[in-house]
């Protein structure tokens, strides 16, 4: 089972849209543009660090970058069984798993960045990262500064951040280094978030989702305020809120991605620092990281890997699937119509479809010869399912 992850606030970096300018995704940086009013092309391609940095800046870019990416995965057809997101990124696993549109999304991260910036100039605050100490050391140190500082982030085994009152994060930061923390990194930022302090704009926040349309999930997203999976609307709309000044619990999600199956973990969008914490806390788990247009192709080596069916006991369609087959699931629920342009042991290449779901073409993300159809035409599928498998060689 494939799982999406988002990256959140600070793996942005200058230039990062610019390997991404000729292909055919970039349209998606357009569409963020006009939805929000804001030129977030020349965010991407000519802003510095500096500017990269501001919250209203840097929530907007990362959303749009992963959406690029994100996009870009689709077009060569792979898609998640599950997904989720740490902090804003869970606004991008939100779209992945259809809940909420695109556009939509673009302008509630617009009014989240702006609203968090405001808070912070309101109630200023920092945020600093701990480095070997566990959760109970980290929150032992926050009670014990006796300020208004909390653990903001439960990002890793031995890895946490903790955010609050500039004074009070001074005092926890040291209690923890006396507590065994191996090192302590203030984070360039100037607000207290996932605390009380953003409380201001939760409430801004909170009116702008409550006036925003949801849609229950095609599949699921495990949310930050607790772990659990969740499809439903409505749950969205509390959980969205609710995270502002709530605790980010990215271990515990990336246990639970684990318990639910998930045999590649990919990341989607800059930087790869959630794949760096998928592999402290979940080592028996593959994690990549999907940054730029040469990175696709890992993707389908990875997919391709994943895929392949090692035990010649299992039967499709009367015929044993061996290491050399590869099978294609559908990327969405609906109606599978298989196309008329691929006979049986025609050669099929990556990004080749092989019929439709309801209107969204099934793309092949691998190479091989088309054995078989294991979906009918005019049989409804679920996404995930099996619709086609493929041989890399042919016998005879």
């Known amino acids: 089972m494939i799982a999406f992850t988002f990256p959140g606030q600070g793996s942005q970096k200058a230039g990062m849209g610019l390997p991404w300018l000729d292909h055919p995704s970039w349209e998606v940086i357009e569409e963020a543009s006009d939805a929000t009013g804001r030129d977030i092309a020349h965010l991407l391609t000519s802003a510095d660090q500096e500017m990269l940095s501001q919250t209203r800046n840097t929530q907007l870019v990362t959303y ?5 990416v994100l996009d870009a995965v689709e077009r ?5 069984s599950i997904c989720a997101g740490h902090s804003l990124g869970e606004y991008c696993a939100l779209v992945a798993a259809g809940s909420l549109p695109f556009d939509t999304g673009a302008k509630l991260v617009a009014e989240r960045a702006e609203a968090m910036q405001l808070a912070a100039q309101e109630n200023p605050g920092g945020m600093a990262a701990l480095l070997g100490i566990d959760d109970d050391g980290a929150e032992k140190a926050c009670d014990e500064a006796g300020g208004d500082v909390w653990v903001a982030n439960y990002n890793a085994p031995g890895q946490v951040v903790l955010s609050g009152a500039k004074d009070a994060l001074a005092k926890a930061i040291e209690i923890a ?3 065994g923390a191996k090192k302590a990194m203030v984070l360039p930022v100037n607000g207290a978030f996932h605390t009380p302090y953003m409380e201001h704009a939760r409430q801004r926040l909170r009116r702008a989702i409550l006036e925003s349309r949801f849609y229950d999930a095609e599949i699921p997203v495990i949310a930050n305020v607790d772990a659990f999976p969740y499809r439903r609307a409505a749950d969205w709309i509390r959980l969205l809120a609710q995270q502002l000044t709530s605790p980010v619990m990215w271990t ?5 991605l684990r318990d639910q199956g998930t045999s590649l973990l990919v990341e989607i969008g800059p930087g790869n620092v959630l794949t760096g914490l998928a592999k402290r806390t979940t080592p028996d788990i593959r994690a990549i990281s999907i ?7 890992k993707l389908i080596m990875a997919v391709e890997e994943s895929a392949t069916i090692h035990v010649p006991s299992e039967v499709r369609g009367g015929e044993h699937l061996y290491a050399f087959e590869r099978i294609v699931v559908s990327p969405a629920a609906g109606v599978f119509t298989p196309s008329s ?4 042991k025609d050669r099929v290449r990556v990004g080749d479809p092989l019929g439709e779901v309801s209107g969204e073409q099934v793309r092949s993300a691998f190479e091989g010869h088309l054995s078989g159809y294991l979906a009918a035409d005019g049989e409804r599928v679920i996404i995930g399912q099996p619709v086609a498998w493929l041989r890399t060689k042919l016998e005879g």
């Open 252 to 256: 515990r999600s990336l246990n639970r």
């Open 341 to 344: 342009n691929v006979n049986l």
């Open 177 to 179: 280094k006396n507590l």
């Open 64 to 68: 749009a970058m992963s959406m690029l």
């Open 76 to 80: 060569i057809g792979v898609s998640p």
């Open 291 to 297: 940054q730029t247009p040469d990175d696709l192709d």
